[in-house]
C-alpha cells in the first residue's frame, strides 16, 4: 500500500511537472507570434508609407514634365 502511495505521489509530481513546461512552451511561442505579428504590421506599415511617398515624388516628376 506504501509502495503505492508513494508511485502515484511521484507521479502526480512528474504530471504537473509536464503540464507546467507545456504550458510554459504554449506561453513563449504565444508571446513570440504576437511579437512577430507586431513586426509584420511595423513593416508593412513601413512600405506603405515608403510607396506613398514613391507615389508622391512620381507625381511631382510628371508635373515638371507637363
Do not use: H, P, Y
Request: proline share 0%; glycine share 4%; charged share 45%.
Amino acid at each position: 500500500m506504501l509502495a503505492c502511495t508513494i508511485t502515484l505521489a511521484f507521479a502526480s509530481c512528474r504530471e504537473k511537472k509536464v503540464k507546467d513546461r507545456v504550458e510554459n512552451v504554449k506561453e513563449s511561442v504565444e508571446e513570440a507570434l504576437e511579437e512577430a505579428q507586431d513586426q509584420i504590421e511595423e513593416g508593412a506599415d513601413e512600405v506603405k508609407k515608403a510607396l506613398d511617398e514613391a507615389g508622391d515624388e512620381i507625381e511631382k516628376a510628371k508635373e515638371k514634365l507637363e
